[in-house]
Each structure stands twice: as structure tokens, then as C-alpha cells.
């Protein structure tokens, strides 16, 4: 009887869409699933030789959900700003992990630090969070002379 019972919540469980424990209802994602502007936040570090100082940033992410992906960043470290434009490509797993790669097209201004930027690679790798679009991306970027570490959020 106590068998007939049990198979009995089972069922009834399973009728009325409760999960198993464990079972948690998983959320797809792919490159359609970065789409839109994102308002970007990033903190991170410069290095140069012995030289290493504390960047902040803000700026934008958009993507029309094909994989490509444009940003354009207001970064400072120590008195220098420098105003970022890169493009790119990015690749997102089912899970809403991904990764990519980034070209910074132009840093302005001309004053022998921000425009030595421009043409350097930065590779990226994040997170997606929500669903699609993605509510949130975290993501970090790296090269040989950055780190940074990011958050954004829909315009």
C-alpha cells in the first residue's frame, strides 16, 4: 500500500510539472541570447614593465545576436582617460558561457597612451545570466598589458 502511495505522488508530481529534486529546469542559451545594448562597468589593471596601475571604466556592449559584437569604452587609469572603440566576435555555449576575441579599432586621444591601444587583440571570456536576451553579462578581458574584470546590464 505504501508502495501504491508513493508511486502515486509520483505521478500527480509529475502531472502538475513539479521537478525532482535535483532536477532543476535548465535555461538554453546561444549567440541569439546576446542581443542589445549593455551598459558596462569595468575595473581592472594596467601593466607596463614594472609600472602597474588601477584602471576603471564604463562604457557599452551591443550585439545584434549574430555573434558580432561592438563596444565602446571611457577608461582612466591614474590622470590619463582614453576613449575605447572595439569590434568583434563572441561565441555563447548552451550553458551561457562564452568567449571571444576583440579588436580595439581606435583610442583617442592622440597623446602617445591611449592611441597605442589601437589594433591590440583583447580576449574575452563571460557569462550570461537570464534569459534571453541575457538580464546580465559578466565578463573579464585580457592582453598582454590589461586586465579587466565586468558587469553589464540592458540599456
Known sequence: MKNLRFAGAIAAALL???AA????QQVLFNNRSLKGSYAMDATGTYRSGALQLTMVGTGVLASKGDGNVQATMTMM???IVCNVMLSG??????????TGSL??????????VCDKFAGQQVSFAFVLEGKRPASRI??????DVFTLLGIGEPQ
Do not use: C, E
Not at 579588436?103 to 602617445?112: A, H, K
Not at 559578466?138 to 592582453?143: A, F, R, Y
Open 16 to 18: 502538475l510539472g513539479i
Open 21 to 24: 529534486p535535483g532536477r532543476a
Open 77 to 79: 587609469d591614474a590622470s
Open 89 to 98: 566576435s563572441s561565441t555563447v555555449q548552451s550553458n551561457g558561457m562564452g
Open 103 to 112: 579588436t580595439i579599432t581606435s583610442s583617442t586621444p592622440v597623446n602617445g
Open 138 to 143: 559578466k565578463l573579464s578581458l585580457t592582453n
